[in-house]
């Protein structure tokens, strides 16, 4: 099995969407209750790190940068996405994704990328902290999903590289 990292283009929509659906449907991965249209998306994340992985011509799954502020002094701080199809999980691809993001990332001059993470999605967890992210605190009751209030953890990756100046 070759994976393909490339980026990720309007046409891969479809396939973005299927994946993002699942993890929407899973619990576990985002707040979203629906999967945004294509121009909503678009205009709420980074033209920077937007990549798809591909197994031959199929999406298996996607990573991207949302901005989290508009203010000047955030420009070098980005939150990260990474979603992998339920049927591709468990073969590397979101390690993959993740250290390609990490890397397009710094050629964009990102200082600090950020998530915010169900403390129940152990996989994402872990897959943060094997690139190199730390978990720096507990958002309690952030926000309430299907009548429960869910709690998020905060991690960060501050890079060697990007901003040191």
Request: glycine share 10%; hydrophobic share 45%; charged share 25%.
């Given at each position: ?20 659906r699942e993890g929407i449907d ?76 990490i890397a397009e990332s710094e ?24 690139c190199g992210f730390r978990e ?30």
């Amino acid at each position: 099995m070759t994976i393909a990292i490339d980026a990720l283009r309007p046409e891969d929509w479809e396939g973005v969407a299927a994946i993002y659906r699942e993890g929407i449907d899973s619990g576990h991965a985002t707040f979203e209750s629906a999967v945004p249209k294509w121009d909503s998306w678009n205009a709420s994340h980074l033209a920077a790190g937007r990549l798809v992985a591909r197994i031959g011509d199929r999406v298996v799954g996607w990573a991207a940068l949302s901005p989290v502020s508009d203010r000047c002094a955030y420009s070098g701080v980005a939150e990260v996405s990474v979603y992998v199809a339920a049927a591709a999980r468990g073969r590397g691809i979101g390690r993959t994704l993740l250290a390609a993001l990490i890397a397009e990332s710094e050629r964009a001059g990102i200082w600090t990328l950020q998530s915010g993470t169900f403390p129940e999605n152990l996989a994402s967890l872990a897959l943060q902290k094997s690139c190199g992210f730390r978990e720096i605190g507990r958002r309690e009751r952030l926000g309430k999903m299907a009548g429960h209030w869910r709690d998020v953890l905060l991690l960060e990756r501050r890079s060697p590289v990007a901003g040191i100046d």
